[in-house]
């Protein structure tokens, strides 16, 4: 699924307009049954009680205003508050029109209306037209609401906040419990900093020109389960074990085993062929009891890996989970970065010694994976000032050093070498648990193998790995999720996304 900016959305509305031959009411009619559709499925009219409705004096309003109508013909108990402007668009005079008899008033910063705590509250105040942070009579009535305990639900994004750009620094914004968002969920969404007003966001479709969605250009994208579709083929009837590659995991060292363990087993439960693990000399037990299908390639140092081996057997390297940060181990990503002939998995320390070296990261292989978690990747690229400047990080860091890197997080983020980003849409809060970094890296070393090019294997790796973890909670719980918990999930998530038999 493709994220639009504001800008695209207005381009997409118009297209959709003109090759459906509907006007702008019309597509605003759709906009408000698709809400009305999604809140009456969730809430009776008696569960409701009466819904407050606030609208803007723009098309956000207008849909507030189609919205009241319909919950009125649904029996609901509606009352209307108008914020009163200059100038009103088009579509909300029409509406405004076509409002049936319920209780209207305008807002008066001087007497703004009581929000009972048990109210329900439809937010229709601003939406994608928003150019600049809410102050006046509209900032009093958003303050106003966020002290209130009531449920709100957003019409198409939380009014306040801006659909793609940076938020001034206490620029007001409703505190959303629900936002429900029109045919494609909105970039700011995504973000670390707006999850507290977006809520649970949702999206209700609204049959925008496809033609349109499918030629936009530069587009950020959702990775989901269609986005996916053919991209991971079934086995071949005559697999042997060297059809799905050979991977090599340089990983762990005294005391941290686990992470070794946890790489190597995700990657046997991700499809790959065969894997060799080079970990510590006093890692070997551990390695071969946790996990046998593997074989081991104990370094001859005690605790950590020091030595590279041999690579001419392997597919692909993954390197990082658990590894230290020896003067040796760095000689010996050095080493890696420099012979290496197969794709790259770079992870957890192999990060770190290249932030601590920067000078490393020219070696970089075409292609290569990185897979930081934010506090990893603002070593590699210096501060972000806010969650857009980060992204804008990533795209730079992906085009100068020619790699894919994964932004570790809610809604982890690929950036390409040609500055595309895709945001995962699977996973939940109980993967940010220790070791679930060190199960994608097993993941993806495991893709990379199997010959999968870069992009697929992050596409489809960042894909199974939350998808994993959503099966494992199922059964777990959030809070009670482990890593290992996701490994066990892999296979299933795998199956699912198994291109089917044509007939
Ligand atoms: N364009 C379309 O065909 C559709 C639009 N839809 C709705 O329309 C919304 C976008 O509507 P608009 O572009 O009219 O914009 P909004 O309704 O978001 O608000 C724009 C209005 O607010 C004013 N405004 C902007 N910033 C302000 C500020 N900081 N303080 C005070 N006033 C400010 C503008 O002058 C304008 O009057 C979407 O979010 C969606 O809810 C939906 O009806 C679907 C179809
Ligand atoms: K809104």
Redesign the pocket.
Known sequence: MKLLT?AQ??QA??A??QEQGIA?EA??E???RAFTAWLTARQSPAEAGEILVLC????????GL?IARLLHQRDYAVRVYL?P?D???A??TLNRQRLPAVPVAELDAAALPTIPADALVVD?????????????L?AAVVAHLNQAAARVVA???P??LL?DAPQPAKSPVVQARHTVS?ELPKLAFLLPRNAACVGRWHVQP?ELSRSFLDQVPDALHLIDAALLAGRLPRRATFAHKGTYGHALLLAGSYGKMGAAVLAANACLRSGVGLLTVRGPAAGYDILQTAAPEAMALPDPATDFVTELPGLQPYSAVGIGPGLGREESTRQLLEKLLRQAQVPLVLDADALNLLSESPDLLALLPPDSLLTPHPKEFERLTGPARDDYHRLDLLRDFCRQHQCYTILKGAYSCLGTPGGTLYFNSTGNPGMATGGSGDVLTGVLTALRAQHFSALDAALLGLYAHGRAGDLAARQTGEAGLVAGDLIRFLGPAFQELTTADRF
Not at 56 to 63: F, I, K
Not at 124 to 135: I, K
């Open positions: 504001a959305t207005r509305d118009l959709t307009m702008s597509l605003m759709r906009a408000a803007g004096p723009g098309n956000n309003g207008g849909d189609a914020l402007a100038h009103y668009a579509d909300f229709a105040l601003f939406g994608t037209g928003l150019s600049r942070p809410l102050t006046g509209a019409v198409d994004i009014s306040g659909a029109f609204i």
